[in-house]
């Protein structure tokens, strides 16, 4: 079983937030393959800054949960998938049948069509408008 976590799943889980909890708890349940893109780590990177800036966190709270982000790359439990150009051919063709009825955005449209094209069984998301848009086109969601 393969899993496409996006970058609000990931944030909960290594930044402390209302949906942590959830995010833990379905990491622990799952014994899946754990996928994340070159998109989402660097939306992961800037999401922990954005919450420094915003003073959510302290920057050494910010900093330990990268590290942990980090340890967790590094050690298999999440696997790093780059960006092909297929993936934008399918978010090409997603925002053609789809944006102009549900409002998608661009960042919505590259997760769901990366998970499409990585054969995912799941996409863990807390975003309210990519599960909208992914279970359009018929991906299940946590």
Not at 90 to 109: E, V
Request: aromatic share 8%; no cysteine.
């Amino acid at each position: 079983m393969k899993i496409y976590l996006d970058t609000s799943f990931l944030v909960s889980l290594y930044s402390p937030d209302l949906n942590s909890g959830t995010a833990a708890r379905l990491m622990h349940a799952s014994e899946a393959d754990r996928l994340i893109t070159t998109l989402g780590e660097l939306e992961v990177v800037n999401a922990l800054g954005l919450r420094v800036f915003r003073k959510e966190v302290l920057a050494a709270q910010a900093q330990s949960s990268f590290n942990d982000f980090d340890k967790d790359m590094r050690n298999g439990v999440l696997q790093l998938r780059p960006l092909s150009e297929q993936v934008f051919d399918r978010a090409r063709q997603l925002s053609r049948q789809t944006t102009a009825r549900l409002g998608t955005r661009t960042a919505d449209l590259l997760h769901v069509a990366t998970a499409l094209e990585l054969g995912v069984d799941w996409l863990y998301s807390f975003d309210k408008q990519q599960r909208r848009l992914a279970r359009a086109v018929r991906l299940r969601v946590n």
